[in-house]
């Protein structure tokens, strides 16, 4: 599109849920088509981000056409500095979010415009996050060459990031397990029903269900890690959350899903479509049940809905490297999580600080994996934490 255009590359940024909305309309009609819910400019319009925060774009503008936007969230949030995965302390930050790829439009032309459009935003800020940035995208590209000149770039972490091809037969989902790892899940899934009853898979995707997901999900939300250690709240008492996925339901955006047994609930997992692809956004499963490898169930379960349904053709895993998500994933990509600091001694001192934690937690991690005790610590934290009382 840039080599038809005349004029330089001009940007400005929007935050009024009419200018939101109408940067949508506009975005859909030249065909800029965003990767995930989060960079619609319609999710940043309609979602209530909570108190003191709210979505906003950088438009990206040649020739008085939209050639691309960077979609962006503000937050004044209490940030938890982490040691792995427990908290240490929370610290006040003037956060603004980017979501993966960033820009939507394509030209590292558009995504150094960007960058140089962020030190200049019409509210105060402390630091950019960045999170799950492929290290193939135009962005990091700019950021590793040093574009991003109104910051000071921190690296938190690197990771693999997994996707799965929806097969077009269901009954292939489990011929990408090898042998032994599909046995133990039939084995568990049998098991579960022989003892708790038979097993149901539910599906979620409608405003009017929104209330009966929460409902589903919570008995076994407060059972987990999420809940005590990250202070995930996915119960009705969430009313901003109920209102929130209500709203997404209404364009379509929700697909989610629990599995019980009998009556027993023992998994859940919430995701959002974003055109033909599936984000496996927020999972969890009872820890009392662990035996029956819940989670597993519930994930071919998910790949069978979506292969079945035609609903989605693939099934984005999101951040972070696991088992499961290298015994299902057809596709994997490396990419990069980080911060750009505002240059200033506060944001800095708080940027180096997560930085100087997050290396420690990998030398400790490295020192466990090494005397083959890193399983079993992180089994232990997380299980001391769910037995924690839910306040």
């Not at 004044?76 to 979010?97: D, K, Y």
């Amino acid at each position: 599109m840039s080599a038809t255009l005349s004029g330089s590359l001009q940007s400005s940024a929007v935050r009024s849920e009419s200018d939101l909305q109408a940067l949508a309309r506009e975005a859909r009609s030249v065909g800029l088509v965003p990767h995930q819910v989060e960079q619609d400019p319609e999710w940043l319009a309609i979602t209530d981000h909570g108190d003191g925060a709210f979505g906003a774009a950088i438009v990206l503008r040649q020739g008085g056409a939209l050639r691309g936007y960077l979609p962006l969230r503000y937050r004044r949030v209490r940030v938890a500095m982490r040691l792995g995965e427990i908290p240490l302390a929370h610290v006040p930050l003037r956060t603004v979010q980017i979501f993966g790829t960033g820009v939507v439009g394509t030209g590292e032309d558009l995504v150094e415009r960007a960058l140089t459009a962020l030190g200049t935003l019409p509210f105060r800020i402390d630091v950019v996050t960045l999170e799950e940035v492929p290290v193939a995208s135009d962005l990091w590209r700019c950021v590793e060459s040093g574009r991003a000149r109104p910051f000071v770039t921190v690296e938190r972490e690197r990771s693999q990031h997994h996707v799965a091809d929806i097969p077009a037969n269901p009954g292939d989902i489990l011929a990408r397990v090898a042998g032994k790892g599909r046995r133990n899940i039939e084995r568990g899934a049998r098991k579960a029903a022989a003892d708790l009853g038979p097993l149901d898979l539910r599906v979620y995707a409608s405003p009017a269900s929104m209330r009966d997901l929460l409902a589903a999900v919570e008995p076994v939300a407060v059972r987990t890690f999420q809940c005590h250690l990250l202070g995930h709240d996915l119960t009705l008492r969430n009313t901003r959350l109920l209102s929130n996925l209500e709203r997404w339901a209404e364009r379509g955006w929700v697909r989610a899903y629990t599995l019980s047994a009998g009556t027993v609930p023992l998994a859940y997992a919430i995701g959002f479509m974003a055109g033909r692809r599936y984000s496996y956004e927020t999972i969890g499963y009872d820890p009392a049940h662990l035996a029956y490898s819940p989670g597993t169930i519930l994930l071919t379960r998910i790949l069978a809905d979506l292969a079945a349904s035609k609903a989605a053709d693939v099934l984005d895993f999101g951040a972070g490297d696991a088992d499961y998500k290298q015994r299902f994933s057809t596709r994997v990509h490396d990419e990069v999580h980080l911060w750009l600091a505002r240059r200033t001694p506060y944001a800095l001192g708080v940027a180096g600080s997560d930085r100087l934690l997050a290396h420690t937690a990998r030398l400790v991690g490295v020192a466990l994996r090494r005397v083959g005790l890193k399983s079993s610590v992180r089994t232990l934290v997380r299980r001391l934490a769910e037995r924690r009382p839910v306040r």
